[in-house]
């Protein structure tokens, strides 16, 4: 069965670096998302991508987030200058249609130091 | 000091009894209604779903109920199993490609 996969699982990296979360998301899918969940808080909502542009974006997607499709699988979450607040498990998600039917991967938890 | 956020309510269930696991949700406008299911370590996971113009709906040993008038969503598991300890989280979202919006989730522990 296709699977939303997330690369690196774990990331560890200095207060003010910068960082790209890694998604392949299912192969015919068209909509794209990125999720964050702090350590046993509720999962919230990042960004939806669709059509190579973003669609939405919560108020904590500020301008050191950005996503990027650089090919016709990937799908990239980049943190320009991390900051301790950001650790966190990120989690990519995609659609085949509508906001509907998200399948998750399994999250990249990332910490900030 | 104790963090917000890290204490979630917490259902315990003798294996075989069934669980019920609630959920309020915020927006009126809402019209669909998923339910995920995280084990620790893993993203959200699929279980069912419901639309707005459906007030129950039944897969395999779940089944999800919608009551639009108090904007409560319930997930039923029938004969509960060791495998469905997990935390459980309902997602609401309104038509069109708008985000899920997750509440706050309910630990499930089944005692075997």
């Known amino acids: 069965e296709p699977e939303v996969t997330q690369t690196p699982s774990h990331q560890v990296t200095q207060m003010g670096q910068e960082v790209i979360l890694r998604c392949v998301p299912i192969?015919?899918?068209?909509?794209f998302y990125w999720y964050r969940q702090i350590l046993g808080q509720k999962v919230e909502f990042l960004v939806s991508f669709y059509n190579n542009e973003i669609s939405e974006k919560s108020e904590i997607f500020d301008d050191q987030f950005s996503v990027e499709r650089p090919d016709g699988s990937n799908f990239t979450l980049k943190i320009r200058s991390t900051k301790l607040e950001d650790s966190a498990m990120y989690f990519c998600?995609?659609?085949?249609?509508?906001?509907?039917?998200?399948?998750f991967g399994p999250g990249t938890r990332l910490t900030v130091t | 000091g104790e963090s917000v956020g890290l204490h979630l309510p917490t259902l315990s269930v003798q294996e075989g009894d069934n669980s019920i696991i609630n959920c309020a949700y915020s927006?009126?406008?809402?019209?669909?209604f998923i339910w995920y299911k995280q084990e620790s370590g893993k993203g959200p996971q699929f279980i069912i779903d419901i639309r707005s113009n459906m007030d129950k709906r039944q897969g395999q040993r779940v089944t999800v109920l919608l009551n639009k008038t108090v904007k409560h969503l319930s997930l039923q598991i029938a004969a509960t199993q060791p495998g469905d300890s997990a935390v459980y989280f309902c997602a609401e979202t309104r038509s069109g490609n708008t985000p899920l919006v997750f509440g706050k989730g309910t630990r499930l522990s089944v005692i075997a």
């Open positions: 998600a995609s659609s085949p249609r509508t906001a509907y039917e998200q399948y």
């Open positions: 927006n009126s406008a809402s019209d669909y």
């Open positions: 192969s015919n899918h068209l909509y």
